[in-house]
Nanobody, 123 residues
Framework: QVQLVESGGGLVQAGGSLRLSCAAS????????MGWFRQAPGKEREFVAA????????YYADSVKGRFTISRDNAKNTVYLQMNSLKPEDTAVYYC????????????????WGQGTQVTVSS
């Protein structure tokens, strides 16, 4: 089992920044990649970004490319999502997830999920 705990959410004005963290524990050796997803009220959960643990390769949704940056600290088993130039449409609950696959965006490919952290962007 892998346990994931997100932190760093909050309320920010449009144009501002937030950094989310996701700390992993347990059988972390089974993870190959971590992803961030988000779910806005009344909408389905969607892919945001993913990163491969060893290679550091990254993958972004078009809606956040150029504004969000995913990174990892292997020593701390922690993944970060730096979010800049935030927009009201970025408001959502953000989830991190872990997968044994190399680098994927499909939710069905992720085996472990955190509890989520709320991000609210005011206009």
């Amino acid at each position: 089992q892998v346990q994931l705990v997100e932190s760093g959410g909050g309320l920010v004005q449009a144009g501002g920044s937030l950094r989310l963290s996701c700390a992993a524990s347990g059988r972390t050796f089974s993870m190959n990649a971590m992803g961030w997803f988000r779910q806005a009220p009344g909408k389905e959960r969607e892919f945001v970004a993913a990163i491969n643990w060893s290679a550091g390769a990254t993958y972004y949704a078009d809606s956040v490319k150029g504004r969000f940056t995913i990174s990892r600290d292997n020593a701390k088993n922690t993944v970060y999502l730096q979010m800049n130039s935030l927009k009201p449409e970025d408001t959502a609950v953000y989830y991190c997830a872990a997968t044994g696959r190399y680098l994927v965006r499909s939710q069905q490919s992720y085996d472990y999920w955190g509890q989520g952290t709320q991000v609210t962007v005011s206009s």
